[in-house]
């Protein structure tokens, strides 16, 4: 299989997985300890003017909108995923969240231009191929007004294992590079999607779906790249966290 054929595999694998995984969420997956994401979001918040329009990318079932919200500010949520979106509007009602709207996109299809005070994309970017990485940070570069805010996680690798997966993988010939853990992917996928969703938790469907690290040398040039500025990271929770805002 060509590598790209293979990584247009592993978005729809993705999307499928968590469609599955949606009526799990706000019972048993996804919420994990996540002390360092919400101090980040605050020093977020505390950067942006008041009522402020603000974009959730990869929101998933919107864990985090209801402290946007309650911060003052309107917010637009949208991921690829149709059934974490429908997830999020169970526990968010238009009727009582005018402020919160959800859009079935992806990040790379992503086609605001100037709209945005502020944007996070949160525990996603590390299901997003080396490829992908530089188009999806010029798409929010292009989102957010001049001036405007980008707080992004970035998965932190065990480097070791990053490398044993990288041999188990060649040696299995997929068309993958360094950085990349894959090697257990489809028989993890296979088995996670017999399972009804509410008996689902984090470790096990994590893997079930395409991981990519980046080297943070690599994710800095990405930024700059992009035209967004880092003036704020810290680590925490399994994640780097990377305030950067848009040259204005």
């Known amino acids: 299989m060509e590598r790209a054929e293979w990584l247009k595999k592993m978005r729809t694998q993705a999307e499928a997985l968590y469609d599955h995984l949606a009526p799990a969420y706000w019972v048993s997956s996804g919420l994990y300890a996540n002390t360092t994401h919400r101090q ?3 020093k977020f918040l505390g950067r942006l003017e008041t009522q402020s329009f603000l974009l959730d990318a990869a929101c998933g079932a919107g864990r985090y909108d209801e402290m946007l919200i309650e911060a003052g500010h309107r917010v637009l949520g949208v991921d690829q995923s149709a059934r974490m979106l429908a997830r999020a509007r169970e526990y968010f009602p238009l ?5 919160l709207h959800y859009m079935k996109v ?3 299809e992503m086609e605001f231009e100037a709209e945005f005070d502020g944007a996070i994309c949160m525990d996603a970017f590390e299901h997003v191929s080396p490829e992908d990485w530089p188009g999806i940070l010029a798409r929010f570069q292009k989102a957010l007004k001049p001036g ?6 970035v998965e932190s690798a065990d480097w070791d294992e ?3 997966a990288y041999e188990r993988a060649k040696a299995l010939g997929l ?14 996928y296979a088995q996670v999607t017999r399972l009804d969703a509410p008996t689902i938790y984090g470790k096990q469907a994590d893997l079930a779906v395409y991981h990519y690290y980046p080297s943070s040398e690599q994710v ?11 003036e704020d990271e810290g680590a925490g929770d399994g994640y780097a966290h990377l305030l950067a805002r848009k040259q204005a």
């Open 40 to 42: 980040f979001i605050e």
């Open 95 to 99: 009727e009582r969240f005018p402020e």
């Open 106 to 108: 992806g990040l790379q």
């Open 148 to 153: 405007g805010l980008l707080y992004v996680t």
């Open 162 to 164: 990053v490398r044993k």
């Open 175 to 188: 068309p993958m590079v360094f950085g990349e853990v894959v090697d257990d992917l489809d028989a993890s």
């Open 220 to 230: 800095r040039r990405w930024f700059n790249d992009a035209g967004l500025v880092i």
